[in-house]
């Protein structure tokens, strides 16, 4: 068992299967095993998940288009908000 998304504990071993039933999308891969959706967000991740994806596809890395980004939600204290504009 070899792990690739450590946040969510995905291995090559499921991403290869999906791959195999034709699951070629990063972005579907991503949703369907929560791939970077971890706390460091894909920074590890995806660019393996990528290669793994160009070896299985016969693609170029470059050829996969990246996953839709999406800014960390964290609170902010209203002060803060309000500080920022003095
Ligand atoms: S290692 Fe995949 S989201 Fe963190």
Redesign the pocket.
Known sequence: MRIV????D?TVEEIEKLIDEGVTDLEELRRLLR???????????IPIVISILARKTGRRPEEIPLPNARFPVRPVKIEALVEGEK
């Open positions: 998304c450590r946040c969510n995905v791939i970077g959706m971890g706390p460091c967000q894909g920074r590890t991740c």
